[in-house]
């Protein structure tokens, strides 16, 4: 009869979220600010991309607006606009023009 396999007996290997941008343990201590403009601008790229032709800006900002609006917490979108106040580092043209507009 074969032995069962214990932890002892398994080569260890790395937690599968050690990447702090990804949310494991070690991810706690990362800026919310970078994570929400990392979001915003992953909208704002999709969005981006979505729209074509004339008056592509307006409608790609509205769309964004709406999504944060949709899909964002009211806690995120007030953290959003606090962080284009500040400065918005690292937003995305298109992004801060939504942000400008989102209101609330």
Known sequence: MSQPITS???PTS???HDDPHEGGAEGHHHDPAAKLTRMANQIGTFF???VRGPGEH???VD???KHLKDFWDPRMRR?????LAAG???LDPLV???IEKLGD
Request: without cysteine; neutral net charge.
């Open 8 to 10: 002892a007996d398994t």
């Open 14 to 16: 790395r937690p599968l």
């Open 48 to 50: 981006a991309h979505q």
């Open 58 to 60: 307006d409608a790609a």
């Open 63 to 65: 769309a964004i607006v």
């Open 79 to 83: 953290q959003i606009r606090a962080h």
């Open 88 to 90: 918005g580092a690292g």
């Open 96 to 98: 801060r023009d939504a």
